[in-house]
């Protein structure tokens, strides 16, 4: 093993916590969501929200069911101030959510923030300072003792002038930012003065303590450690919400969540589709449908999150990924040959799931019914030259009706492959229908039916007489033979013609539309004397005038060979 290091940076040292119970717990319940889209989302956007698209996005988070709602910076700009008092003033504000603004422990920006609140059914004010010796010492040139000298003033005038609004419910949360690269026993101890200092927390109205991942300096493990350590050893647990807030700067902010959810965390702050500063905050959409798609409900609605997924889109100028998990355009298609037919069978045995696995779904490659986040079924399996025969098959079911055997799909496959390779691109489905219509409902060839007339024997109506008028290279040809049905009696008269014994080697039928709309399809293979068989298809108002244009398919591929 290489155990070489890098000395221009340092391993993060581990927690010293053997005794850590979080590994042996389960996610039995989902958290409060915090949306900070409109504030550190819209942040970190090349061209911030404009007043109009921040009231958009503020509406669809509230449809969402988001009830921690992180509007604005007050105090930082007129635009976030005003946008503030537009919420208020115009009441936009839902009666079960909470509107937050975000401020630094500064009296005269505490001060704006309270202004922005004013009239405000239901208010956070989200005061943080900079804990970790990092930002103290090199960026604002404080001390500790300082530092909880500054958080204590701030939080006293946050008590007075929250004091100040009966008709406000306001609430209080306090971050430490980048708690991950702070000294734990700093940390608990600036904590515990806020606690006391703000005096005011009740198991009913409890103060919001943000522990926030603000760089992911460290593995996911060590941010559950760290959460797991503070609910063990802040005082008066049963009077805080412990809130997590994960950014994504070593591509692991999910799981940093879920793990710290594990530890005891309360409440996940996030946004949608993970906006955010650098690489992002968590990605609030993941989080919520991974726990739905453990069965947990989460009280957010992502029922058409296609739709809301183009809003963000729209209002952002920024782009979804398209393998972003459960957003992103790809991330139910297959174009591996072997998945596509995985999902084609399982999607057919679905009715078997509840029985075999006691889940109502389980289908492979798919973890998640793509249709509970609005998401179409015909999406699921895309066509490229690397696309087998159950995924072509699947494709013509889902958008054409047509149930292709599966004894045929072999040679559906090949013709389908062959198209992709030509074109050397992804096919749409109307290009799989076009192939399979080419190949085998009306391939060119040299025969053109120009009519069938099956008639029952008058002594022995299984024995029919049939009659054929056929164009053959463009000359008209009739044909009598009889058979023990129509479709054995048209055979027999297409061995007169072709000069050779044909066979009926597999024949499927089947329905297209219902009512005056119906149409058959047969689907026939036919035994030649050389030793090929060759799939036909056919299709009429009529089965077995179906069946007999699907020996004539074979017979055009046949003699194309």
Not at 302 to 312: C, H
Not at 323 to 349: C, W
Not at 389 to 417: D, F, H, N, T
Request: proline share 5%; glycine share 8%.
């Amino acid at each position: 093993m290489n155990t070489t290091t890098v000395a221009k940076y340092s391993r993060p040292a581990a927690i010293d916590l053997p005794d850590r119970t979080w590994p042996g717990k389960e996610i039995t319940r989902a958290p409060i969501w915090c949306s900070v889209d409109l504030r550190d989302g819209n942040q970190a956007l090349p061209n911030p929200l404009s007043p109009a698209a921040k009231l958009e996005y503020f509406q669809l988070l509230c449809d969402i069911g988001v009830k921690h709602i992180e509007v604005a910076f007050p105090s930082a700009s007129k635009d976030d101030f005003d946008f503030t008092r537009k919420l208020i003033e115009e009441g936009h504000i839902p009666e079960d959510v909470f509107i937050m603004g975000l401020t630094q422990c500064r009296e005269h920006l505490i001060a704006k923030t309270f202004e922005s609140f004013r009239g405000a059914p239901r208010a956070i004010c989200h005061a943080y300072v900079a804990a970790s010796d990092l930002h103290m010492k090199q960026v604002f040139g404080l001390t500790r003792e300082k530092t909880i000298e500054m958080a204590k003033r701030s939080v006293e005038q946050i008590r007075d002038l929250a004091a100040q609004m009966p008709d406000t419910d306001v609430r209080f949360e306090f971050s430490p930012e980048e708690y991950t690269d702070s000294d734990f026993e700093f940390v608990l101890e600036l904590c515990e003065t806020v606690f006391e200092t703000w005096g005011r927390a009740t198991v009913e109205q409890p103060l919001i303590f943000n522990l926030p991942a603000t760089v992911e300096r460290r593995p996911p493990n060590h941010y559950a450690d760290m959460i797991e350590m503070f609910c063990r050893r802040f005082s008066r647990r049963d009077k805080v919400i412990v809130s997590l807030h994960s950014h994504n700067d070593q591509g692991m902010a999910v799981a940093a969540t879920e793990l710290a959810l594990l530890a005891g965390g309360d409440r996940v702050e996030g946004t949608l589709f993970g906006h955010g500063e650098r690489t992002g905050n968590v990605d609030m959409v993941v989080v919520a449908n991974n726990l739905f798609s453990r069965g947990i409900e989460t009280g957010l609605d992502f029922s058409n999150l296609d739709e809301i997924a183009r809003t963000v889109e729209r209002l952002t100028g920024m782009g979804v990924y398209y393998r972003q998990p459960y957003s992103g355009e790809l991330v139910f298609t297959a174009f591996s040959g072997s998945h596509q037919d995985a999902i084609n069978k399982g999607m057919h045995k679905l009715s078997q799931a509840a029985e075999i696995f006691g889940m109502g779904w389980k289908v492979p490659y798919l973890h998640v019914d793509p249709a509970d986040l609005g998401r179409e079924y015909e999406g699921l399996i895309r066509i490229n030259s690397q696309s087998g025969k159950g995924g072509i098959a699947w494709v013509l079911e889902q958008e054409y009706a047509l149930s292709v055997p599966k004894p045929m799909q072999p040679e559906l496959g090949r013709a389908v492959q062959a198209f992709s390779d030509e074109v050397g691109r992804e096919l749409t489905s109307a290009e799989v229908m076009d192939v399979f219509q080419k190949t085998f409902l009306s391939p060119a060839g040299p025969y053109a039916l120009a009519g069938y007339w099956p008639r029952p024997d008058d002594e022995n109506p299984t024995w029919i007489h049939g009659e054929v008028k056929v164009d053959v290279d463009g000359q008209p040809r009739t044909l009598k033979a009889d058979g023990n049905g129509p479709v054995d009696a048209f055979a027999h008269c297409m061995r007169e013609l072709g000069g050779e014994d044909i066979k009926i080697a597999d024949y499927h039928e089947d329905t297209m539309g219902k009512g005056s709309d119906a149409r058959a399809m047969a689907y026939i293979s036919l035994a030649f004397e050389d030793g090929t068989a060759l799939f036909g298809a056919g299709s009429d108002t009529n089965i077995d005038q179906a069946a007999v244009r699907a020996i004539l398919a074979a017979m055009n591929r046949k003699a194309k060979q």
